[in-house]
């Protein structure tokens, strides 16, 4: 493969790995929760978990105990995204350099996605069998409206695309009407 080929691969990889970073990569340290605590469509799940008070307070602890090992990690995968941002950036970007600033995205990503499973795994260690069941099935909802959003937008694009090939325009841009005329009257002239 050509170093061209590489660079361009490379490039690309990296440019996915900042759109596919999570918004609390970008620097402003967020409070990752376990999706067993993240709003679901349907209602909220930390109810239908039915916890106890001894198994809020025992995952309250656990939340606790990571936050400041979660801050720490959300601040250094910032710093490596606008590290390898200003690498992509330079005149003449130094291949090497770029290379390197990838391999400390990925560690970076790596360690927040380390530290969110074993997080969960911590959390699920509190949970009972049947409230793992529910966490399950509230995931799988969660996926399949996840997936028909996913449809929907993608068939929104794919009209829009046939659309353009038609020559309609998109009239939500302001340079047509909004409600064109479907037909135009003969003018009479004027005696």
């Known amino acids: 493969m050509s170093l061209i080929k590489k660079t361009i691969l490379l490039l690309l990889a ?3 790995m900042l759109v596919a970073a999570p918004a609390s990569s970008l620097g402003a340290p967020l409070q990752q929760q376990p999706e067993s605590q993240q709003r679901s469509p349907g209602g909220d799940p930390i109810r239908e978990l039915n916890l106890s008070p ?6 309250r602890a656990i939340r606790e105990q990571l936050q400041e090992e979660r ?21 003449n970007p130094d291949e090497s350099v770029v290379e390197q600033r990838l391999r400390e995205v990925a560690a970076a990503q790596a360690a927040a996605t380390r530290m969110r499973v074993f ?17 399950r099935t509230l995931r799988q909802n969660a996926r399949s ?8 937008n993608m068939e929104m694009r794919r009209q829009e695309r046939v ?15 909004f409600f064109p005329r479907r037909s135009v009257r003969p003018q009479r002239s004027r005696p």
Request: proline residues 3%; without cysteine; positive net charge.
């Open 14 to 16: 990296g440019i996915s």
């Open 54 to 59: 001894e198994q809020r307070e025992r995952i």
């Open 71 to 91: 801050a720490a990690i959300n601040q250094r995968l910032g710093e490596t995204n606008r590290a390898l941002e200003v690498a992509l950036d330079a005149d």
């Open 119 to 135: 997080s969960e795994v911590r959390i699920r260690r509190v949970l009972t069998p049947e409230q793992l069941n529910t966490l």
């Open 145 to 152: 409206v996840r997936r028909e959003r996913q449809r929907e």
């Open 163 to 177: 659309d353009r090939q038609r020559g309609l325009s998109n009239r939500r841009n302001g340079l047509g009407p």
